[in-house]
Structures are given as structure tokens and as C-alpha cells.
């Protein structure tokens, strides 16, 4: 079992930067990536950015390419995403989840809200 805690997030005005933060523990060992997705009211879970835990590798949804940087700090079993030039449609709760290389993300931290005004 591995455990996920979000931190971070809050309210900005557009064009500003927020991070956000999750810390995982338990059988960390076996996790293979992790990802942030996010869900705004009325949307779809979207993926927006992914890494890998052992080369870290990172994948980026279009929408949040070149604004939001994932990055990983292995000795404290911490993931990040930076996000810059903040805009209103990136609201929504944002959630940190786990894959144990089963290919499924298994595991997801309670979520933390993002809202951007215009």
C-alpha cells in the first residue's frame, strides 16, 4: 500500500505560480510513476503531467506544456508541480496518484484545490 498527501494549492490571480506537493509513504519501493491529474467541476479527470520514479522521465498534457514542471525528490518520497502563468481553466482539484507498475495509478492522495481568477 502506498499513502498520498497533497499540500499546496490555494487561490492566485492569473498569471501567477502556485505548487503543489505530495508527499507518499508506505511501500514507496514499488512505486513505478506518479502523475497529477486534475478534475474541474462539470470536466473530466484529466492527466497533466507524469514521472517516472526511477529515470524520471516526465510527460505533459498540451494544455499545461511549457507552464507546469513535475520534478521528483526520491530521498524524500516527494513529488512537485510547479505551476506558472496560471490561468483561470487551470482550476479545478488537483490530485497526486501512484502507479506500482501494476499500469493502473492505483493509489490517490485526497486532492487539493487550484483556482486562478481572472
Known amino acids: 500500500q502506498v499513502q498520498l498527501v497533497e499540500s499546496g494549492g490555494g487561490l492566485v490571480q492569473a498569471g501567477g505560480s502556485l505548487r503543489v506537493s505530495c508527499a507518499a509513504s508506505?511501500?514507496?519501493?514499488?512505486?513505478?510513476?506518479m502523475a497529477w491529474f486534475r478534475q474541474a467541476p462539470g470536466k473530466e479527470r484529466e492527466k497533466v503531467a507524469a514521472?517516472?520514479?526511477?529515470?524520471?522521465?516526465?510527460y505533459y498534457a498540451d494544455s499545461v506544456l511549457g507552464r507546469f514542471t513535475m520534478s521528483r525528490d526520491i530521498a524524500k518520497n516527494t513529488v512537485n508541480l510547479q505551476m506558472n502563468s496560471l490561468k483561470p481553466e487551470d482550476t479545478a482539484v488537483y490530485y497526486c496518484?501512484?502507479?506500482?507498475?501494476?499500469?493502473?495509478?492505483?493509489?490517490w492522495g485526497q486532492g487539493t484545490q487550484v483556482t486562478v481568477s481572472s
Open positions: 514521472i517516472s520514479w526511477s529515470g524520471g522521465t516526465t
Open positions: 508506505g511501500q514507496t519501493f514499488s512505486i513505478h510513476d
Open positions: 496518484a501512484a502507479n506500482p507498475n501494476s499500469g493502473y495509478y492505483d493509489y
